[in-house]
């Protein structure tokens, strides 16, 4: 007898009336019109079966802290990284995890089974990063979570930033990061690219940087970050996050920046929410979105995610743990309108930063793990029109959340009594 059987499911790629059978926590068949004994059995009813969201950038460890000790007034990066700063002195490792717990049950409620979060490796005494691997261990069974040892006040600007992003790496944290656009200057900005490259690579691990989050077109750190991936053979291996500046850049540049970064096979991940929110904030009229080129960068054959950054920090008000919230907001400012760019953004929040991460048995193929989340929509475009409600998320096979779908009484006369908001259906 099989463990669950999912049947009349619509699946991002198209394929409808699909039936979805598991067995121990794994897909065990994926075909049209499957009936077989299981101990829960779904009728999906249409709608979309996707496998889980996967935010490819975030901070976990500042995540519900709006407020504390003050609201950043201006807006800016710069203030929030301030704010912050005045934050860290006042972190208890018991209030670091039950943020990052409550905001991993936010997560789940999502369909939000994967995230990798940057942790400030800035402060010698890593409180940060001994609370974020604890919430690691807790909510294993039921996210991956994912560290990356983030130098936030620079690893050349800050005395002992190296050493404590080293020490970091050796407590667990998996991916080495970077923020060279905070470093003193363009030079050490560039040596702090080098040196966290030279580290993963002899140490064996993935790098995501934080890169030119900034809206000077002078900041080309991306360029170095492409290059060191080529030098020390790295491709596939290498992140790029927010890279806000090639919006602004010279177009002759970009079109020999590109290319660089193709050939190093970079990731690439914008924070739609975040990017438009922060960037821009030094102009009058007319306005820079901030967000850096997707569809060119797709089109190059690049990898790229939409990640959710911040919620309820001192960079963000807002947020509620919702990558379809980031997709919506990327496909608006990227103008990816088309049934095939939607489509695209939806990968971004899917299937896309799955690859950045390296997950392993991700999908909906037999074989993968069932991780797997039912949508109150019928196709990617609608959910990401609807932000749709996830009637039904299976963590391994075992249902972790649910919400009922989102229907509205009415009493006006001579019209339905309900009405569900699903629209007419487009690919």
């Known amino acids: 007898?099989?463990?669950?059987?999912?049947?009349?499911?619509?699946?991002?790629?198209?394929?409808?009336?699909?039936?979805?059978?598991?067995?121990?926590?794994?897909?065990?068949?994926?075909?049209?019109?499957?009936?077989?004994?299981?101990h829960q059995t779904v009728d999906a009813g249409g709608m979309l079966l996707s496998p889980p969201f996967v935010d490819a950038h975030f901070h976990l460890d500042s995540a519900l802290s709006y407020g504390q000790p003050r609201v950043n007034e201006s807006g800016t990066l710069l203030e929030g990284i301030a704010l912050w700063g005045e934050l860290k002195p006042t972190l208890t490792h018991e209030a670091i995890v039950e943020r990052a717990l409550a905001y991993c049950d936010w997560a789940v409620a999502r369909g939000l089974?994967?995230?990798?979060?940057?942790?400030?490796?800035?402060?010698?005494?890593?409180?940060?990063?001994?609370?974020?691997?604890?919430?690691?261990?807790?909510?294993?069974?039921?996210?991956?979570?994912?560290?990356?040892?983030?130098?936030?006040?620079?690893?050349?600007?800050?005395?002992?930033?190296?050493?404590?992003?080293?020490?970091?790496?050796?407590?667990?944290?998996?991916?080495?990061?970077?923020?060279?656009?905070?470093?003193?200057?363009?030079?050490?900005?560039?040596?702090?690219?080098?040196?966290?490259?030279?580290?993963?690579?002899?140490?064996?691990?993935?790098?995501?940087?934080?890169?030119?989050?900034?809206?000077?077109?002078?900041?080309?750190?991306?360029?170095?970050?492409?290059?060191?991936?080529?030098?020390?053979?790295?491709?596939?291996r290498v992140t790029g996050s927010h890279l806000t500046s090639m919006h602004s850049m010279d177009n002759y540049y970009v079109s020999k920046l590109i290319p660089l970064m193709a050939e190093a096979q970079l990731g690439v991940v914008a924070n739609p929410l975040i990017n438009i929110t922060l960037q821009g904030r030094h102009d009058t009229y007319p306005k820079r979105r901030g967000m850096t080129r997707v569809p060119e960068l797709m089109a190059a054959g690049l990898t790229v995610a939409f990640g959710h950054d911040c919620v309820m920090d001192p960079w963000y008000g807002g947020g509620s743990a919702d990558l379809l919230e980031s997709a919506h907001?990327?496909?608006?400012?990227?103008?990816?309108?088309?049934?095939?760019?939607?489509?695209?953004?939806?990968?971004?929040?899917?299937?896309?930063?799955?690859?950045?991460?390296?997950?392993?048995?991700?999908?909906?193929?037999?074989?993968?793990?069932?991780?797997?989340?039912?949508?109150h929509a019928r196709n990617p475009a609608e959910a990401i029109r609807l932000r749709a409600t996830r009637l039904a998320v299976w963590r391994r096979?075992?249902?972790?959340?649910?919400?009922?779908?989102?229907?509205?009484?009415?009493?006006?006369?001579?019209?339905?009594?309900?009405?569900?908001?699903?629209?007419?259906?487009c690919g």
Request: charged content about 20%.
């Open 113 to 236: 089974l994967a995230i990798r979060s940057h942790v400030d490796t800035s402060d010698p005494s890593l409180l940060t990063v001994r609370a974020l691997l604890d919430v690691k261990a807790r909510v294993a069974p039921y996210l991956d979570l994912q560290l990356v040892a983030f130098p936030q006040d620079g690893v050349l600007r800050r005395p002992g930033g190296l050493d404590s992003l080293t020490r970091a790496l050796d407590l667990g944290v998996e991916v080495v990061g970077g923020i060279p656009h905070f470093e003193r200057t363009m030079a050490q900005g560039g040596e702090s690219v080098r040196l966290l490259c030279e580290l993963a690579a002899e140490r064996g691990l993935r790098v995501d940087m934080h890169c030119d989050e900034t809206d000077d077109p002078l900041s080309r750190h991306v360029e170095t970050l492409a290059a060191e991936t080529v030098r020390l053979g790295l491709q596939g």
């Open 1 to 38: 007898m099989l463990d669950l059987l999912i049947h009349d499911a619509t699946l991002p790629d198209g394929r409808q009336h699909m039936s979805v059978a598991v067995q121990a926590g794994r897909i065990a068949e994926v075909t049209q019109g499957l009936r077989a004994p299981a």
């Open 397 to 425: 096979g075992r249902q972790v959340a649910s919400s009922p779908a989102p229907v509205a009484q009415l009493t006006l006369p001579g019209r339905p009594q309900q009405v569900g908001f699903l629209g007419a259906s």
């Open 329 to 375: 907001m990327g496909l608006h400012v990227a103008q990816m309108t088309s049934q095939s760019a939607m489509r695209q953004c939806f990968d971004a929040v899917t299937v896309n930063p799955a690859r950045l991460l390296g997950l392993e048995g991700y999908g909906i193929t037999p074989g993968c793990h069932a991780d797997l989340v039912l949508l």
